[in-house]
């Protein structure tokens, strides 16, 4: 395994990122496996099991309002980090904090996510690939983080 992301890992960030920051639905659905599983930050409301499920939570959250702005991006040859910081006048939405969001990519799709509100505990998660049982598939990911912005 290589250890730092490759130009196809690199574009997921930027339209992941671009997907969030718009409440752009239709793109951040090109970005999803049809399985994709979603974990809320440190046990949060219930998570979701499909791309579908992922979708319509986003499109209520947008339809309330919510907007997320990347505060922090970390690209890893299998997974993405990104700090996100939640604006809107209704829960989860707190301008005051961060949340990190670890996206594992498997094949140009992100596969997983799962939220930490603890920036170092996410980035140990991406950087290992420890995120609930995708260390096997993937194997560990080795190398420095290779990109930051903010």
């Known amino acids: 395994m290589t250890s730092s992301p490759s130009a196809g ?10 997907a969030l920051e718009t409440a752009d639905c239709l ?3 090109d970005l999803l496996h049809p399985n994709v599983h979603w974990s809320p930050p440190e046990g949060g409301a219930t998570g979701c099991h499909a791309r579908s499920h992922v979708l319509s939570r ?8 919510l907007r997320a702005r990347a505060e922090e991006t970390f690209t890893y040859p299998a997974a993405v980090v990104l700090g996100l910081r939640i604006h809107g006048t209704v829960p989860p939405a707190d301008p005051e904090s961060v949340s990190y969001h670890v996206f594992d990519v498997t094949g140009g799709l992100i596969t997983r996510i799962a939220g930490y509100a603890d920036r170092a505990r996410a980035l140990e998660a991406a950087f ?3 995120t609930a049982g995708y260390a096997g598939e993937r194997g560990t990911v080795r190398g420095p983080r290779t990109g930051a912005s903010g």
Do not use: D, I, K, M
């Open 9 to 18: 890992q690199r574009v997921v960030t930027a339209r992941l990122r671009e």
């Open 27 to 29: 793109l951040l659905a």
């Open 58 to 65: 986003c499109s209520r959250l947008y339809a309330l309002g």
């Open 128 to 130: 290992t690939g420890a």
